[in-house]
């Protein structure tokens, strides 16, 4: 996801890992196999929700 985030920003990105914190899952099997089979279909790529949260912390740095 690093290459993703840096391609976006045009520039490398050296991400921090500080885990674990409390209350992170250490292990997810999550399977959404079954929401698949309810229909459901996401609304964006990994790509594009990517570029939507920089776009959205680039627009709202003054709240952080």
Known sequence: ???SIGKI???EVHPEYRAPRPGDIRHS???VGKAKDMGFEPKYSLEEGLRE???W???NRSLL
Do not use: N, P, S
């Open 29 to 31: 099997l999550a399977d």
């Open 1 to 3: 996801m690093e290459e």
């Open 9 to 11: 920003l045009g520039r």
């Open 53 to 55: 949260t920089i776009r």
């Open 57 to 59: 912390f680039e627009k």
